[in-house]
Each structure stands twice: as C-alpha cells, then as structure tokens.
C-alpha cells in the first residue's frame, strides 16, 4: 500500500463512505442515529472528524439519513472537514446506502473505506492496518475481534446447538476494498448484507482479516451510547 497522501479532497487514493443513514430505533429518540448526542454534539461528529484529520484518506462521501443532508452539510462545515466532497441520501438498507455513496466516487479511485458512523471511536492505526493489507493481494480487508462468548444456536427458545467458537471472528469497519471489486459486487442484489465484506465474499473476491479495536463499539442501544462516552473521556 502507498504512503498516506494527504487528503487532497478531490479524485485520488482513497475515498471513505460513511454510512449514517441508519434510523436508529433502539435508541429511542426523535431524529436519526446521527445525530444522537454524544459528548456534546452528533454521533456522526466523530467519525466525520477523524476520517476528514486521517492522512490515508483522500475525500469523504456520507450517505446522510433521508431528509437530513442538509444538516450533515451544516455539520461538515461546523467541523471544517473539508474533505467532504458529497452527500447523498441513504437508501432503504445498508447495501443500498453504499452504492449511492460510491456513485460519487470517481472511476480513477483506487481504494474505498466504508465506514458505519455508528461505530465512533476509529482509531489511526485501525485506518493504517486495513490499508497497508490491502496491498498485500486481496480485494478487501476487515478489522475483527474474536468471538469471546459461548454460541448456541437457538429454535423455539430452547438450545439446539453449541457452536463452536473456532475460526469465528466478529467484524468491524472499516472495511477496505480494491474500488472495482466493491463495484463489482455491489451490481449483485446486497438487500440482506450486514456488511459490504460479505458482498465482495459472495462476488468470489478475497477477504483478509487485521486485528481490530476493542473500543470501536457499534453504537445501537442508549446504554451503548453511554459507554462509548464514557470510552471517549478516558485517556
């Protein structure tokens, strides 16, 4: 993989989606998950800043939730993240938001970050680990952790299996691809994908996995949104 290069905000290296089109239910509050508070502003803030202060990245496309691209604009400039260069409508699932966001993606883009805004607390050196794979001969990268609980596979509400945890891995953004093979696989019907590396999996590309980030906590219940504020404060 290249050396960073420094985030120009027009076609080059790398562009970064960032999906925040997610309703956020669980939470239980009048607007979209974006914007839950967290330290004081948006959810989306978070994210938004460090990919826009991110050396390896070149431009940002964010995939706004329907009826909000306005704000995510006002936001944008709140922050100065002047490597923002689109933002689009959400679609009506995940896989659906990606492909809107990449058609804003120039054909000479070499590599692509989808990144869940939902998931605030990225670190450099997650950005760092995915992208240097990437140029090790693979169509993708992911950052995960392993599985660390018992799993059952449950019918009815009662146990019929214990599944073991060998060889199971649990899947974080940001994830990297080579831009032509994340265009190839989103022409395929994505509605039930959770993620884009299961697309580019189904596609036949192959997928490498980098350690991940304890603290890159998906942000889905209040309680979550408290801890990761709580994970924000400490050192």
Do not use: N, Y
């Amino acid at each position: 993989m290249p050396e960073p290069p420094g985030g120009s905000g027009v076609a080059g290296a790398t562009w970064a989606l960032l999906v925040a089109a997610g309703v956020g239910e669980r939470l239980g509050l009048d607007r979209p998950k974006a914007f839950a508070a967290l330290a004081g502003r948006p959810l989306l803030a978070e994210s938004l800043d460090r990919l826009d202060r991110s050396p390896w990245v070149d431009a940002i496309v964010v995939a706004a939730p329907p009826g909000w691209e306005e704000p995510v604009i006002l936001l944008s400039e709140e922050l100065a993240a002047e490597k923002v260069v689109a933002c689009v409508a959400g679609g009506a699932s995940r896989a659906e938001s990606v492909r809107l966001a990449l058609a804003e993606v120039p054909d000479d883009a070499l590599v692509v970050l989808v990144h869940d805004a939902a998931r605030p607390l990225l670190e450099e050196a997650v950005l760092e680990r995915v992208l240097r794979a990437l140029g090790e001969g693979h169509d993708g990268v992911v950052p995960a952790l392993p599985v660390p609980d018992t799993l059952k596979r449950v019918e009815g509400g009662e146990v019929v299996e214990t599944v073991s945890r060998d060889g199971l891995v649990g899947a974080q953004t940001p994830q990297a691809f080579l831009a032509a093979s994340l265009r190839d696989a989103l022409r395929e019907d994505g509605g039930d994908a959770t993620d884009c590396s299961s697309l580019v999996e189904r596609a036949g590309g192959r997928v490498a996995v980098v350690d991940g980030d304890p603290r890159l906590l998906k942000v889905t219940s209040a309680a979550d949104l408290a801890h990761v504020e709580t994970l924000l404060a400490s050192p």
